[in-house]
């Protein structure tokens, strides 16, 4: 059935001007916090990293948040008996630093979002969804899938997520060619090119009040 109709938070963002409180969830590398972090530091983006939760101690995406001093929480799926209570440690680190919306960025754990987190929590994934989603559909494997395919365009998608892997309502995507030289490689770093836009935008339009979940698709309000 479709999930009832859930406005999303944010409004008290909005009207207080005060920075958007963000989980950045990682189980990698950290291009996209990275991304987030630079934008912040900018004054291009009005939020605030209060956590990143990574799935694995040993990544680069650990040292790149450790070195921009935030605050780093290691939850392992590995480390806990099932999914139902690794899924009940994540959210008693959002619910502890009081984020307001998780970002998936690059995080590969299945995990179990509540109800009052549904509208929450964000994915970014590099395909045009509902093409190459699903698991076993990340990094390389995507980029792999689309050029074996021969499509003629690819790019990301930015959702909400749900407890299926990269079956959310879509947000917005961004689209660019493949074009006839492209290997998984460059295919992979024109997209991240665009994942690089297209999170930031998600982010503030959620953080402007701007987004309303209707059944499974998401409404963008006029400014």
Not at 36 to 59: E, Q
Not at 100 to 127: F, K
């Amino acid at each position: 059935m479709p999930a009832p109709e859930r406005p999303t938070v944010g409004f008290g963002a909005l009207m207080s001007n005060q920075p958007l409180q963000l989980a950045v969830m990682i189980s990698g590398g950290g291009r996209s916090l990275q991304n987030l972090i630079d934008l912040i530091a900018a004054g291009k983006l009005n939020a605030r990293i209060a956590v990143v939760i990574s799935s694995l101690s040993k990544v680069a995406g650990v040292e790149r948040a450790r070195a921009a001093g935030l605050p780093v929480e290691i939850i392992r799926r590995k480390d806990f008996a099932d999914v139902a209570s690794f899924s009940e440690a994540i959210v008693n680190v959002l619910d502890r630093y009081e984020v307001e919306l998780a970002v998936q960025a690059g995080w590969t754990c299945m995990w179990h979002i509540p109800d009052r987190w549904y509208g929450r929590v964000m994915n970014i994934h590099p395909s045009l969804l509902p093409k190459y989603g699903g698991k076993g559909y990340f990094g390389h494997h995507v980029h792999e899938a689309v050029l074996a395919a021969g499509e003629a365009e690819s790019g990301c998608t930015v959702h909400f997520a749900n407890n299926e892997y990269d079956a959310g309502p879509i947000i917005l995507q961004r689209v660019i060619p493949v074009l006839p030289d492209d290997t998984p490689d460059t295919l992979a770093a024109r997209v991240f090119e665009q994942e690089c836009i297209a999170y930031p935008v998600a982010i503030r339009l959620f953080a402007e009040g701007r987004l309303r979940l209707r059944g499974d698709f998401v409404e963008i309000k006029a400014d």
